[in-house]
């Protein structure tokens, strides 16, 4: 069974810094190839914000955040990260942790429902 539990959200200026974090298990025996970060903000559907695939190693970003956020993963702990940086009030949203063991055609690991198994999200709220 995989579960994948959020941390590191909160309320932020914006300009400011957050790390997210996302524990995760059951990963190695589902043989899951795609986790992401996915934020749903109130009243829009989700939307894929990064994600991290592997065999080979690739990573996508929303155009929204290229250039501010990263994602990256530590296999050893089991944890999925997202630094956020120069954050804006647009940012605001629920973010949430998925992973998927799917087969990606056409760039489907971009799209949120590409994605089969999520966490509860932690909500990071921006200000001005």
């Known amino acids: 069974q995989v579960t994948l539990v959020e941390s590191g959200g909160g309320s932020v200026q914006a300009g400011g810094s957050l790390k997210l974090s996302c524990a995760y298990s059951g990963i190695n025996r589902y043989n899951t190839q795609y986790m992401a970060w996915v934020r749903q903000a109130p009243g829009k559907g989700r939307e894929v914000v990064a994600a991290y695939g592997t065999a080979p190693d690739v990573t996508f970003y929303a155009d929204s955040v290229e250039a501010r956020f990263t994602i990256s993963r530590d296999k050893g702990k089991g944890i999925l990260y997202l630094q956020m940086r120069l954050i804006q009030p647009d940012d605001t949203a629920m973010y949430y942790c998925?992973?998927?063991?799917?087969?990606?055609?056409?760039?489907?690991?971009?799209?949120?429902?590409?994605?089969?198994?999520w966490g509860q999200g932690t909500q990071v709220t921006v200000s001005t």
């Open positions: 998925a992973a998927s063991d799917r087969t990606s055609i056409g760039g489907m690991w971009s799209t949120a429902t590409f994605y089969t198994e």
